[in-house]
């Protein structure tokens, strides 16, 4: 079966400071791998996705990702962390059960904390 | 465009009732999913519907939850005889199909059984 790890639970960094999320995976064919966003009282945003091609995906809010295969990892990064992006971030694989539904695993979240 | 609405936004009942959750998706998105998010924890599925049929229902944790989705739009999520563990908050979300297709989710219902 698939599952996601976020081996961090709580992340606290400078604004300004660059930020790497970490997010291994456990899936036995091709991936589908997403990043999403959590706002308080929000719902959860899309951030970014990997379907297949170059591996280094572009997302919104000047966020990335880089997809290694051998390494099971989908690590969000930011250059430069703006106190906005203060949220819980969940990475997720998307598998099909056979029924054509492409439901999404989660992790448990990463929280993240910015200091001004 | 309007997003994935939920009603109600705050859901308290008593050990044993009946609740009921509403979904209303974005309109033309012919899938439609269930989720579950415990504190501290990641969203789980539940159910996942494209058009009117539960296609998979594997992610229901017993009899006791059911969802309808009668015209193919707006789905509701049925819990009978809740239980305190079924307190979490329940995120719908829809996509204009499954594969390769973003799903877009609501704000979710906070449950709390008491």
């Known amino acids: 079966a698939q599952s996601v790890t976020q081996p961090d639970i709580h992340i606290t960094v400078s604004e300004g400071a660059s930020l790497e999320l970490r997010c291994n995976y456990s899936y036995g064919a091709t991936p589908y791998l997403f990043w999403y966003v959590q706002s308080p009282g929000q719902g959860l945003q899309l951030l970014l996705k990997?379907?297949?091609?170059?591996?280094l995906v572009q997302g919104i809010k000047g966020f990335e990702a880089e997809f290694k295969r051998s390494q099971s990892s989908f690590n969000l990064r930011k250059p430069s962390v703006h106190w906005s992006d203060a949220a819980e971030y969940f990475c997720a694989v998307a598998s099909d059960s056979g029924a054509g539904s492409y439901q999404l695993t989660f992790g448990k979240g990463t929280k993240l904390s910015v200091i001004p | 465009g309007a997003g994935v609405s939920q009603t109600p936004s705050n859901k308290v009942t008593e050990k044993g009732k009946y609740v009921e959750l509403r979904c209303d998706p974005i309109s033309g998105h012919t899938a439609l999913y269930w989720y579950r998010q415990s504190l501290g924890q990641g969203p789980e599925f539940l159910i996942y519907?494209?058009?009117?049929?539960?296609?998979?229902d594997s992610g229901l944790p017993n009899d006791r939850f059911f969802a309808v989705r009668p015209e193919g739009s707006v789905s509701t999520l049925k819990i009978q005889r809740t239980e305190r563990g079924d307190s979490a908050v329940y995120l719908c979300?829809?996509?204009?199909?499954?594969?390769?297709?973003?799903?877009?989710f609501g704000p979710g219902t906070r449950l709390t059984v008491t």
């Open positions: 990997y379907f297949s091609g170059d591996t």
């Open positions: 979300a829809s996509s204009l199909d499954t594969f390769g297709y973003e799903q877009y």
């Open positions: 519907f494209q058009g009117t049929g539960a296609a998979d």
